[in-house]
């Protein structure tokens, strides 16, 4: 009789205790968030980045985003999103509160990163000073009374430090046929316009010759390889005789770029008649250059 009493009083402890356990999950408070910017990342519609110098701004539209500022062009995606992802997801180690916003750079400050929703909130986030202990910056938001310490890391991934930094969020495709899909080629310089096509047998052809394996096969990796150098933001010429163009067609789409160059050095990329400052180095084009002159012998 007392074994049976003893386990039932072990029985009664145990729900108490499972009890006050679910008790504690239930009413738990969670770790408040140390997130700065509040907009959800799949609310996020655009980021606008500005310094002193330079302004950077991207918008998404459904799953793709584009630059509008300081180009209006494509963005990589890929790139884009994880920039929208560490905006969403950035971080304070600490905050306070001081009226002396001088003495933190947050007075004048240049250096904005603005998000804005696709309900049309928007945040401003004002970065000051680095701090002068530890590797962080102060910053603050435009409508908040606080201050925040973040890491410097987190905070240079906004930094437009350079004509790179906006290359690094422009979509970097010339073509985008892809290689099996190209049926014809259309070469144009200087001395006129010269095809490059597929057969009924799926051979290449020039002036109805066929046209080796190795060197069909060198040339169109040639063109799907390509991809700009770099920027020179908005810089538009009008090109030399060295200039060319090359279109693509899968049989149904065309696709044609304009490589335009002054100097030979740098050939600035034309594509559906918009010139952004995007360029190729003679030398990224040789092996293009020389297997179209091979092919034309």
């Known amino acids: 009789m007392k074994t049976f009493r003893n386990t039932i009083i072990m029985f009664v402890i145990l729900g108490v205790l499972v009890g006050y356990y679910y008790y504690i999950k239930a009413t738990k408070k969670p770790a408040p968030s140390t997130n700065i910017i509040s907009i959800s990342k799949n609310k996020l519609s655009s980021i606008d980045i500005k310094d002193s110098n330079n302004e950077m701004a991207i918008v998404k539209s459904g799953s793709a985003y584009?630059?509008?500022?300081?180009?209006?062009?494509?963005?990589?995606?890929?790139?884009?999103?994880?920039?929208?992802?560490?905006?969403?997801?950035?971080?304070?180690?600490?905050?306070?509160?001081?009226?002396?916003l001088k003495?933190?750079?947050?007075?004048?400050?240049?250096?904005?990163?603005?998000?804005?929703?696709?309900?049309?909130?928007?945040?401003?986030?004002i970065v000051g000073n680095k701090s002068p202990v530890g590797n962080s910056y102060y910053a603050k938001l435009s409508n908040s009374q606080y201050i925040y310490?973040?890491?410097?890391?987190?905070?240079?991934?906004?930094?437009?430090?350079?004509?790179?930094?906006?290359?690094?969020?422009?979509?970097?495709?010339?073509?985008?046929?892809?290689?099996?899909?190209?049926?014809?080629?259309?070469?144009?310089?200087?001395?006129?316009?010269?095809y490059m096509q597929k057969n009924k047998s799926g051979k290449w052809t020039y002036n109805g010759k066929e046209i080796s394996s190795d060197k069909s096969e060198s040339f169109l990796n040639d063109i799907v390889l390509l991809s700009p150098t770099g920027i020179d933001p908005n810089k538009k010429i009008n090109g030399n005789n060295s200039s060319f163009t090359l279109a693509i067609s899968d049989g149904s789409k065309n696709e044609e770029v304009k490589f335009l160059t002054n100097d030979n050095t740098n050939y600035?990329?034309?594509?559906?008649?918009?010139?952004?400052?995007?360029?190729i180095t003679k030398d990224q084009l040789n092996s293009l250059i020389t297997d179209v002159k091979s092919i034309m012998k």
């Open 149 to 194: 310490v973040v890491d410097a890391s987190s905070i240079e991934n906004f930094q437009l430090t350079s004509s790179d930094t906006l290359f690094n969020y422009l979509n970097k495709d010339l073509y985008t046929i892809s290689k099996d899909k190209i049926s014809k080629v259309t070469y144009t310089d200087s001395f006129g316009t010269r």
């Open 103 to 125: 003495k933190y750079g947050l007075d004048k400050s240049n250096f904005t990163i603005t998000a804005s929703s696709s309900n049309g909130n928007t945040e401003e986030l």
């Open 66 to 100: 584009k630059v509008i500022k300081p180009i209006s062009y494509a963005a990589d995606n890929t790139n884009a999103s994880d920039l929208f992802n560490s905006l969403t997801q950035l971080k304070y180690n600490r905050k306070f509160t001081d009226t002396d």
């Open 268 to 279: 600035y990329i034309q594509k559906n008649n918009n010139q952004i400052g995007l360029y």
